[in-house]
């Protein structure tokens, strides 16, 4: 029995230096947050956005004009400073439709109507200035693994508004927004934004009996017009460089 005992008690002690020389080898465990201090978090990352151009064919549509509502077409072009700064331009024309409050008075009101005319936005022009504050990927359906962007904007430019002769105008526009960027391969990625457009212009025209009935722009006002778009971003070039 005792020498049962004593053959589990030399291998301990046989393997007790080996440990401890390994554990020398190692050094001492470092905790993760040292681990990360001694280099980059993340190495070799896709540089997606910096050093690139933008082509973005985008289409949208306005959300609370009062009167007539307007569906966008038209591009942005964008490009990319850094990976998380970029500048561009972006377009649209318009085409205005009744919305429902519009409806409403020609039909229960139609000769006031027929009298009146609604404003509409015809096109619209902005400089943008891009900061992309986060990134990151996901996955769709736990197979596809995608990088996307969440970014805002802001920027300034000009709105054509008509509609009627009266209510033509051409209001200073700044512009403010965010927007979602999935990239579905390294040099196409789809674009969700939400824009907020600033600025003042009439909405309708209303018969002024001190002028002998003549249609007159209602007084405007500065207010908020808010657009939704969704574009197809083309990049160029097509591959994108990778950190150190």
């Given at each position: 029995m005792r020498s049962r005992l004593l053959i589990p008690i030399a291998l301990a002690a046989l393997l007790v230096p080996v440990l401890a020389q390994a554990a020398n080898i190692q050094g001492p465990r470092r905790t993760a947050l040292e681990r990360l201090e001694e280099g980059?978090?993340?190495r070799r990352r896709l540089i997606l956005r910096g050093g690139r151009f933008e082509l973005a064919p985008a289409v949208g549509f306005t959300l609370n004009d009062p009167f007539t509502r307007n569906l966008l077409y038209g591009a942005q072009i964008t490009y990319h400073v850094s990976d998380s700064f970029g500048i561009g331009v972006t377009g649209f024309g318009a085409y205005g439709f009744n919305s429902d409050l519009a409806d409403r008075i020609e039909s229960e009101r139609p000769e006031r109507a027929?009298?009146?005319?609604?404003?509409?936005?015809t096109a619209m022009g902005t400089l943008d200035f891009q900061f992309t504050p986060i990134i990151g990927k996901f996955a769709l359906f736990g197979r596809?693994?995608?990088n996307y962007d969440l970014h805002v904007l802001a920027g300034i430019g000009v709105t054509q508004v008509g509609g009627a002769t009266e209510?033509?105008?051409?209001?200073?526009?700044?512009?403010?927004g965010v927007g979602l960027r999935a990239f579905v391969t390294n040099g196409f990625a789809i674009n969700l934004e939400v824009r907020d457009y600033l600025y003042s212009a009439s909405?309708?025209?209303?018969?002024?009996?001190?002028?002998g009935g003549k249609a007159e722009a209602t007084d405007s006002s500065f207010s908020n017009h808010f657009a939704i778009t969704i574009g197809a971003g083309f990049f160029f070039p097509q591959e994108p460089q990778r950190a150190r």
């Open positions: 980059d978090a993340i027929k009298q009146g005319t609604f404003g509409t936005v596809q693994v995608f209510l033509e105008d051409l209001p200073i526009t700044p512009v403010a909405t309708n025209s209303v018969p002024n009996a001190d002028s």
